[in-house]
Nanobody
Framework: QVQLVESGGGLVQAGGSLRLSCAAS????????MGWFRQAPGKEREFVAA????????YYADSVKGRFTISRDNGKKMVYLQMNSLKAEDTAVYYC????????????????WGQGTQVTVSS
């Protein structure tokens, strides 16, 4: 398994920005897709964004498209989620994910999870 540690969460006003980071260790970082999921209170975990092994391909949930950007640095074994124009409905625990099919949005397909970082957007 891959070990993942998220950072960068916090409290922000609506319209603001946050940048989440995820540090990976373990198996070869550049050999698997990476992504972000989130889980709001009382709701199921949902897909947010994914990036392929090389970083050349990305895709997003419709709810964040145009506002969030996922990126990775294979040399540093890091993946990032830049979140702009945040809304109250973006409030959730955000989880870094690894080892899943790049085209899958299903949490059940994820092989490794981070511990999560809380993002709270005040309206």
């Amino acid at each position: 398994q891959v070990q993942l540690v998220e950072s960068g969460g916090g409290l922000v006003q609506a319209g603001g920005s946050l940048r989440l980071s995820c540090a990976a260790s373990g198996r070869t970082f550049s050999s698997y897709a990476m992504g972000w999921f989130r889980q709001a209170p009382g709701k199921e975990r949902e897909f947010v964004a994914a990036i392929n092994r090389s970083g050349r391909s990305t895709y997003y949930a419709d709810s964040v498209k145009g506002r969030f950007t996922i990126s990775r640095d294979n040399g540093k074994k890091m993946v990032y989620l830049q979140m702009n124009s945040l809304k109250a409905e973006d409030t959730a625990v955000y989880y870094c994910a690894a080892e899943f099919p790049f085209d899958s949005r299903a949490p059940v397909a994820v092989g490794s999870w981070g511990q999560g970082t809380q993002v709270t957007v005040s309206s």
